[in-house]
């Protein structure tokens, strides 16, 4: 079964309240013209039943005769298109306007309409009289009254209904044929307004989404519009920009994993294939050997902190959160690199503010935190170099940084401190970082949500970080 699309859907939803708002404007402009097209009949006949009447009560006085009066009622008849009926106040008829008719003369007609005409009511009917009429007419019965308010007959005025329908049912006509041409055209613009302004661009946005799933990254919609599609057009390219960063991360991360591998690799089989081939004397087998196990130790490193890392992205760490004192693990970290500290005679000082500061962490993720960036503090440190690490505390916060003393690092390359495998001075540091150091201990850090900086101070490089502090000191 084929889906219905969004055009469609849209199409089909805005033709249908576009027609239903048509058809209900239709019926009451219908409804609306055809009360006023009465309304404005009566009023005519009203305005005309004062010289109607004025003749009838000449007639009763003897004033005129009844051909004068034949002969009037017939010309205003014929300008009403309607037929005019006088009768008295019992009933009876004595003057028509149509020929025709003149054998209802002497009839009496509406005995029942009779009071209700002496109490001056207007009455206003859609019927047939008997067999005078074959179709539905409208008749207007208005009474007359002498100028000493007694009640001196009635003027009756019939109008064939299809005389009166057939310019209505004209007025229907160019109502309903507007009404059609109305959805007709309606519906080619918001055909036309939808193709342009939101299925041509989601159609585009879909389009490049396709390409970005084979993996042309760099592809990007175009779209320039100030509207909710331009925002989702923005919004894609900015989600765009971004998957090709990552891909290009990712890129660059087999790029250099394959080369942090494959380096120590080359070497031990470099090593060993000399021991197997005896091109290595004998006596240089152990130091060889030695070599090989340093660079089967750095890959171990390598693949470990690989692991750290990716279980620490994929949330699979989970962290055992506690309070800890701060300042000792500092004391016993400082106490496990004495030999490091020794060999590049380094001289390290320690501030803290109290001697003991609670903060809220997990305890071997901070001995991790604080092992890596003492160690890249002594790596980078010159010999007889100042490391110098404050733990202070700061409202809610402990706030923990450990400068050395050392070449300052460029500007544009502190944000990419935090990157995998970035060194710094690839030529002191090839042999012994993996580059993945600084990377693990912000991914712990964002863990605890927690935030860490380095800046370029004096003389040297200072990391800085944050802590959220215990309840309990």
């Not at 019927?127 to 003027?155: C, D, M, R, V, W």
């Not at 890959?299 to 750290?308: A, C, M, P, W």
């Amino acid at each position: 079964m084929k889906k219905r699309g969004l055009f469609t859907k849209m199409l089909a939803t805005y033709t249908l309240i576009i027609s239903l708002s048509f058809v209900i404007l239709a019926t009451f402009l219908s409804f609306w013209f055809e009360t006023y097209y009465f309304k404005q009949r009566k009023e005519q006949l009203e305005s005309q039943s004062v010289i109607i009447s004025q003749l009838a009560l000449r007639y009763i006085k003897n004033e005129t005769t009844p051909e004068s009066v034949e002969e009037t009622l017939e010309f205003i008849g014929g300008y009403l298109n309607a037929d005019i009926w006088i009768v008295d106040n019992w009933g009876y008829i004595y003057a028509v306007s149509n020929s025709s008719h003149k054998k209802l003369i002497g009839n009496q007609l509406f005995i029942k309409d009779i009071e209700d005409l002496k109490k001056r009511k207007i009455i206003e009917k859609k019927g047939t009289y008997g067999q005078i009429y074959n179709n539905l007419i409208h008749s207007i019965e208005i009474p007359i009254f002498t100028p000493a308010k007694e009640f001196a007959g009635a003027i009756i005025m019939n109008t064939p209904m299809t005389e009166i329908t057939e310019p209505l049912n004209g007025v229907y006509e160019i109502i309903w044929i507007s009404v059609i041409l109305g959805i007709i055209i309606s519906c080619i613009i918001i055909y036309r307004f939808s193709q342009r302004i939101i299925v041509k661009p989601l159609g585009e946005i879909n389009q490049v989404a396709r390409k970005i799933s084979r993996g042309e990254v760099e592809k990007r919609v175009t779209i320039k519009a100030d509207d909710e599609i331009g925002e989702l057009a923005s919004s894609f390219n900015y989600m765009a920009d971004f998957l090709e960063k990552v891909e290009d991360n990712r890129r660059q991360f087999i790029s250099n994993v394959s080369h942090e591998i494959r380096s120590p690799i080359t070497s031990i089989k470099g090593f060993i294939g000399g021991i197997i081939d005896g091109i290595i004397p004998k006596e240089k087998e152990r130091y060889y050997l030695k070599l090989a196990y340093e660079e089967i130790q750095r890959l171990t490193r390598l693949v470990n902190e690989l692991l750290d890392l990716s279980a620490l992205q994929d949330g699979k760490f989970k962290l055992i959160v506690e309070d800890v004192d701060i300042n000792e693990i500092i004391r016993v970290t400082v106490l496990k690199f004495e030999t490091k500290i020794r060999e590049k005679d380094l001289k390290v000082d320690v501030c803290f503010d109290n001697d003991k500061l609670l903060v809220v962490a997990d305890k071997d993720r901070l001995v991790q935190v604080i092992t890596n960036l003492l160690d890249n503090a002594i790596k980078y440190s010159k010999d007889e170099a100042e490391i110098k690490i404050n733990c202070k505390s700061k409202s809610k916060k402990a706030i923990i940084s450990i400068y050395n003393e050392s070449d300052p690092i460029p500007e544009d390359t502190l944000n990419k401190l935090w990157e995998r495998f970035y060194r710094g001075d690839k030529s002191r540091t090839a042999k012994v970082s993996t580059g993945l150091g600084l990377s693990i201990v912000r991914e712990i850090l964002s863990q605890l949500n927690q935030e860490i900086w380095a800046q370029n101070i004096d003389k040297g490089v200072c990391f800085s970080f944050t802590l959220d502090k215990s309840k309990k000191n």
